[in-house]
């Protein structure tokens, strides 16, 4: 009984937060863009997801009065007989490179080769040094001409603040010439080991596991991810690995286990929170009821197991030690915490952006992160969530292995909550639970969550089976389902013809992004260094952190709560060793204080000061520089030659007038510079002789090829 009410608990939680607005608790009245723009987010969703809701089940009413729903089921009944016709290695092969090309297509068509987050450039950076030999770039004698966001100067050099594993993959297939195969690789591996897996962990529902299989493959959640470079994507794909490596060994040899260690270990090497918590699941979680269950096959089973597992993760542990040991000095210390420090680790504390993380904001980001996921997992005009949540609230039991699959779903929510950063995205591991879950129970729910015993191609509560199938009984149970089949059908229809094509749309580049992260074109084949006007602030925090030495969590507060100006003299200060420094508020507090103003800038720049603040002539000449306008140096430096790995591409490095590029043209004097910038505030960045734009924007005359 208490296993019953666990499970109708979780299903009404889970329409809660499907469906009431809790993400207003987040407090969002200081300066806290992330947090204002989730809640904004957020609320666009819910009236996505109340009014499709709505629509669904008025039409799915009307239908069901005016048409039989049988034809439907029938379909469906189609369907999943032809789904089952495959074999398990051919429909996993099959699924594989649908997976494969949808994600390939997303990169090349939608986003054109370019990366849709400041994650994959660091990542791709450092991994260009990995296939080059190198454990980190050399930039020491300038590194705020590269330094971007998500990386930083250790004693080996410039390196990202991710672990190992989603790079030195990245790195492979940079040596193979195929840097942009990654997501597609792993988003194929995904599926395919998915649709090897599911039937194996749901045995009584065969025909719905490959339609859940066949679901992952397709929907724009998996693929829009798959197009990029993300870590997500892999760690999924070798979570995947675990879970096929753990039924492997649950129902056979227990070398399995060995592999299903080892994939742990890449999973942890790779993301690390998510590692162990799924890792955990996929193998104890699925050896657990078989040592124990009906038929247990004994403590000692269960043992040789997990030590196989340790065995095989353990030079996965050493190597992630390794790494950190030497890049980050400690092997347990993860390059986030040496970038952002203690601020970064889990729990409830101030994160590094300088807000309070506690109980209030973690039920908030989650009720948005679980409000996103219904209604982005596969696009339908309903959250698929809710449909999980009424399936768990009236299913007299879940069948065999959905133990595993709540546990996959649900606890990488429950982790999430103890940690600072939120997005949707975090929760792309459990996305092949959540789909899954979402087909038993629409099918559940269709069937009146009767019970049948078909063959390959029906399972408990599948269309065409069950207690309604020879006509529509007019009771309670007969209208739901009745409902939920049209509901299955209206879902198809809008995601296929509205809530897919929408999803993808709103990932298409503007004309204005493209012409700012796109290489230039030069006036000459000869090698260039290009130097990218990037913005007041982009080279304060570059400065910062570069010479100054500042971590990461400690320049985005000071940005945030100081002005520009102040910044600036404080930066130099630094630079110079002297003392002491120039007063500024390095607090690491919530909020702006109350008389910082943002006067109108350009586009791309921003500049905060106090009323009556003065400039001086430096400052003066910082601001003058950006009345143009300002292009960041991230989508651009990744795509050119680094310092150590010079391939006859353009060097993109970060202006900062005329005296400190200096060291720059005479570290590389067989390149001919250039500056990337606007001439206009109106008008796209172009390509600007060198002496013509230091004129014009810090109004010095023949530099480049002085002395």
Known sequence: MWVRRSRQALGALLMVLTFVPIYRLMDTSADAPHRRVSVEVAEVTLQLAWWGTFVTL?????????????????????????????????????LSVLSFGLSLLTGRVLYRGFFTNVDEIASTIHARYLANG???????????????????????????????????????????????????????????????????????HPGPARVAALLIAVTPFVFLLGGGSMSHVSASAFGAAVLYAGLRARDGSVWWSVAAGAAVGLMVSDRPLIGLVLGTVFTLGVWGPAAFGDNPHGRAWLLRRAGAALLGGAPFALFLGWFNQRLYGNPFTLGYIAAFGDRHRLGFHMDPWGYPYGLREAVAFTSSDVLSLGVQLLET????????????????????????????????????????????????EAAPAWITLGVIAALGLAGGLGRTHGGPGTAEGA?????????????????????????ILIGVVGSVVWGAPSRWASYRWSEETLQRITVPSLPTQEPTIVFVHTSWNERLSSRLQGVGGMRQDSVITLLRRNTNCGLHRYALAREAG?????????????????????????????????????????????????????????????????????????????????????????????????????????????????DEAMAQLWGVVGVAGGP
């Open 381 to 428: 005009p309903f959250p698929i969530t809710a449909v999980i949540g009424l399936y768990l609230l009236f299913a007299p039991r879940l069948p065999k292995g959905a133990a595993v699959l709540a546990a996959w779903a649900f606890l990488p929510v429950v982790a999430n909550a103890y940690y600072w950063f939120h997005d949707v995205r975090m929760l792309f």
């Open 134 to 204: 190198l454990l980190a770039g050399p930039i020491g004698d300038a590194p705020e001409a590269w330094l971007i966001p998500n990386t930083l100067m250790v004693s080996e050099g410039w390196v990202s603040h991710f672990p190992p594993t989603n790079l030195f993959a990245m790195a492979a297939l940079i040596r193979l010439g195929v840097p942009t195969l990654l997501g597609p690789i792993f988003a194929g591996a995904l599926a395919g080991l998915l649709a090897l897996s599911l039937p194996r962990l749901l045995p009584e």
């Open 463 to 487: 269309p065409g089976g069950g207690r309604y199938e020879q006509g529509r009984s007019r009771d309670l149970r007969g209208w739901a389902a009745d409902m939920t089949t049209w509901a």
């Open 578 to 690: 002297g003392a002491p420094l120039p007063d500024v508020d390095l607090e690491q507090i919530p909020g702006t204080p109350p008389d910082i103003e943002r006067p109108p800038s350009s586009p791309g720049a921003t500049i905060r000061t106090r009323p009556g603040e003065p400039f001086g002539a430096a400052c003066s000449r910082e601001v003058g520089a950006d009345r143009y306008g300002a292009v960041a140096l991230a989508p651009l430096v990744w795509q050119g030659d680094l310092p150590g790995i010079e391939e006859g591409r353009p060097m993109f490095v970060r202006d900062f007038g005329p005296e400190r590029n200096r060291r720059l043209l005479e570290a590389y004097p067989e390149r001919q510079p250039f500056v990337f910038v606007p001439k206009d505030p109106n008008l796209p960045p172009e390509i600007v002789p060198y």
């Open 58 to 94: 008025l039409l799915a009413w009307l239908l069901a009065r005016l048409l039989p729903s049988r034809p439907i089921r029938e379909a469906g009944r189609v369907v999943a007989t032809w789904l089952s016709k495959p074999s398990a290695t051919i429909y996993a092969f099959a």
